[in-house]
């Protein structure tokens, strides 16, 4: 079992900058892929971006491609979100997950075994 605690959301204007940060239990999480997932009211939770489990295979959607950037530190049990250039449509909450399978590049969120319990992001304009 393993569980994640997600922190670093907030409220920013349009144009700045967040760092998300989620922090796993366990001795295992070196073995998992590990994802960011976005949602808002009313809508499917949204893919974002994904990490290998040795990080040498990151994974974003076209709409956060050059702003973001998805980041783990296994000796910290923790994977980060970095995001820039913040865009109001980027509002939401923002999950981190984690794939026992390890398999590269999952973005399906039912392929997730483990998920945070979010964290707030609003971007204002």
């Known amino acids: 079992q393993v569980q994640l605690v997600e922190s670093g959301g907030g409220l920013v204007q349009a144009g700045g900058s967040l760092r998300l940060s989620c922090a796993a239990s366990?001795?295992?999480?070196?073995?998992?892929?590990m994802g960011w997932f976005r949602q808002t009211p009313g809508k499917e939770r949204e893919f974002v971006a994904a990490?290998?489990?040795?990080?040498?295979?990151?994974y974003y959607t076209d709409s956060v491609k050059g702003r973001f950037t998805i980041s783990r530190d296994n000796a910290k049990n923790t994977v980060y979100l970095q995001m820039n250039s913040l865009k109001r449509e980027d509002t939401a909450v923002y999950f981190c997950?984690?794939?026992?399978?390890?398999?590269?590049?999952?973005?399906?969120?039912?392929?997730?075994?483990?998920w945070g319990q979010g964290t707030q992001v609003t971007v204002s304009s």
């Open positions: 997950a984690a794939d026992r399978s390890g398999v590269v590049g999952v973005q399906t969120p039912y392929e997730y075994d483990y």
């Open positions: 366990g001795r295992t999480f070196s073995t998992y892929t």
């Open positions: 990490i290998s489990r040795s990080t040498s295979s990151t």
